[in-house]
């Protein structure tokens, strides 16, 4: 027998259940999802149709969400009822919902190689703790919250590898009604990985442990560099160099890009950037232009021999 709750009540044991499996930035995370979107819309509801989540995707859509937001909204939604149906407090059944197909090109930030060079030849004239992290991402595809949490332990001189074992962000806590800085370790298991130590980021790495004072690469401090502190300096240092802006995330899409560009093989690519999977890679990297099609084509063609 089903003892009825609503949505708001099932989602506060949901909340109870899921604190003691996952990451204290993952709560925050699922709290500020069901505060912002969930509750206001679904909070007082005893059962919830499909029809109601298609409409609410819809909506949401429409309001400007990027769909992978609504995807992941949606799956907290999902999580939530479908803990209600398994301890009998809510109805749960599946739902079969369709995303509006999107026919918007994906444009992602990278720098031209001319400007790359640029960067990276200013960055190799002056190493410093200030701006090895920004050569790091550049030569490994790290993400702004790994940069700012490496720590000169986890640089293997010897074996010429970065050990990526850590992430520093700030996020939402919802029960404090303010922000905070999180150093933790990844997310998932991919996102744990060694990358080899490219020859120009090598001597540059060195020049900066001989002055360092600080266990992290990045900065003088005894604490992990803020990421969004780190954004601004990254801003400021592509106008100085006269280089259109791009967001900090942008290093890691423009390495990835030279990756594929030097014909590197997909999988290692996705492994060094950490991907849950490969098809992430291929969906985000591998746009062949004109004339790799048309190279395509004419090897088809000639081996017809015809």
């Known amino acids: 027998m089903i003892i009825q709750k609503n949505f708001k009540e099932v ?5 109870e259940a899921k604190k003691i499996i996952v990451k204290h930035s993952t709560m925050c995370a699922y709290m500020l999802t069901l505060q912002t979107h969930l509750l206001p819309h679904f909070g007082t509801k005893t059962a919830i149709t499909e029809s109601e989540v298609q409409q609410f995707i819809i909506e949401k859509l429409s309001s400007g969400l990027a769909r992978k937001t609504v995807r992941d909204v949606v799956a907290v939604l999902k999580s939530v009822v479908k803990y209600g149906g398994k301890h009998k407090i809510f ?12 026919t918007t090109a994906r444009h992602l930030q990278t720098l031209t190689l001319h400007h790359q060079c640029i960067l990276m030849r200013y960055l190799i004239d002056k190493p410093n703790a200030q701006n090895i992290g920004i050569l790091l991402s550049l030569c490994t595809g790290m993400r702004i919250g790994e940069v700012c949490a490496l720590k000169w332990a986890e640089v293997d001189f010897d074996q010429k590898v970065i050990v990526v074992e850590h992430t520093v962000g700030r996020i939402y806590n919802c029960e404090l009604k303010s922000t905070e800085k999180i150093y933790s370790t990844p997310k998932t298991k991919n996102s744990y990985r060694e990358i080899p130590i490219s020859k120009q980021l090598l001597q540059s790495l060195k020049e900066v442990r001989k002055t360092s004072s600080s266990p992290f690469v990045i900065g003088v401090s005894i604490h992990s560099k803020e990421p969004r502190s780190y954004r601004d300096y990254f801003s400021r240092l592509l106008k100085r160099l006269g280089i259109p802006k791009i967001v900090f995330h942008g290093l890691r899409h423009t390495f990835a890009t030279r990756c594929i560009e ?45």
């Open 91 to 102: 109805p749960f059944e599946e739902w079969e919902v369709k995303y509006p197909t999107d």
């Open 11 to 15: 989602a506060n044991n949901w909340q």
């Open 262 to 306: 030097s014909q590197c093989d997909c999988k290692t690519v996705s492994v060094l950037l950490g991907h849950s999977n490969v098809a992430t890679t291929l969906n985000l990297y591998v746009h062949p232009n004109l004339n790799q099609k048309k190279r395509c084509i004419e090897r088809m063609s000639n081996s017809l021999n015809i």
